[in-house]
C-alpha cells in the first residue's frame, strides 16, 4: 500500500487569475471567498447569512471593482453544511439572476479531483459516524462507516483525509494507494477560480444535499 502526502495542484497553460469571477465557499464553518487573485476566509460559526454578503461587497470594492464587472459566479455546491450550502446557493444565484451571469457549480468532489486526479474513491467525513463518498464519477452518497469496506477493492486507489485514514486504517487495508487530503480549503477556492468554466447564460445551480436538515420539531401541547 502506498501512501502521497501534500496533494499539489499545478494551474493549467493561459488560466488567469484576472478573470473577475468571484467564488463563494460556504460548505464548511470556515467560509471561504475569492476574486482575481485575492482569497480570504474565517470561521462563521454558522453566521453567514450575516456576514457572507458584506464580506463579498468588501471584496469587491478591495479589487477595485463594481458589481457589473463581475463575469460569473463560481460555488462550492457541497456535500456540505446544509444551511451553509443554503446561504452560499442563494447568494451566488442572486448574483446571477441579478447580474445575469453565468454560475459554476462546484462539489467538494470535483474540487478535490483536479488534486487527485487519479484516485477511483474519494472519501470526505460526514460526521455521525457516516461518510460522504463517490467512486469514480458516479453519484455521490451518503453511507455508514462501517459499508466502507465493502466499496474498497484490491488495489483500488483512495483519497482520504489523514485524521480519517487512521479512523478507517483497517478498511483502507486493501487500497493499493492512498492519497491523503491535507488540501487548505484556501487553496481548494483558488483552484476554484482558475478552473471554472463559465457557461454563456444564468442557469441556477442546485445544492448537493447528501444528507436532510437537521431539524427538530417542537413538542405540541
Request: some cysteine; overall charge positive; charged content about 25%.
Amino acid at each position: 500500500m502506498n501512501v502521497y502526502l501534500n496533494l499539489v495542484f499545478r494551474r493549467r497553460k493561459n488560466m488567469s487569475l484576472k478573470n473577475n469571477i468571484l467564488g463563494i465557499d460556504t460548505a464548511t464553518e470556515e467560509t471561504v471567498i475569492g476574486l482575481n487573485d485575492e482569497v480570504i476566509s474565517w470561521v462563521s460559526n454558522r453566521n453567514q447569512s450575516k456576514e457572507l454578503l458584506p464580506a463579498i461587497d468588501k471584496l469587491i470594492r478591495e479589487q477595485k471593482l463594481t458589481p457589473k464587472k463581475i463575469r460569473g459566479v463560481v460555488v462550492n455546491i457541497g456535500p456540505g453544511s446544509f444551511t451553509g450550502l443554503r446561504v452560499g446557493l442563494t447568494v451566488a444565484n442572486g448574483f446571477g439572476y441579478g447580474l445575469k451571469i453565468p454560475l459554476v457549480g462546484m462539489s467538494e468532489f470535483d474540487v478535490i479531483r483536479l488534486f487527485c486526479p487519479k484516485a477511483d474513491l474519494i472519501i470526505l467525513d460526514a460526521k455521525r459516524n457516516e461518510l460522504f463518498v463517490q467512486v469514480k464519477k458516479q453519484v455521490p452518497k451518503l453511507i455508514p462507516v462501517a459499508k466502507l469496506g465493502g466499496l474498497i477493492k484490491r488495489g483500488m486507489s483512495v483519497c482520504v483525509e489523514p485524521d480519517l485514514a487512521l479512523a478507517l486504517h483497517s478498511q483502507l487495508s486493501k487500497a493499493g494507494t492512498i492519497y491523503l487530503n491535507e488540501i487548505p480549503r484556501i487553496q481548494k477556492m483558488a483552484t476554484m477560480l482558475v478552473a471554472s468554466r463559465l457557461g454563456k447564460k444564468f442557469v441556477p445551480v442546485m445544492p448537493l444535499y447528501l444528507r436532510g436538515a437537521n431539524i427538530t420539531k417542537s413538542k405540541t401541547k
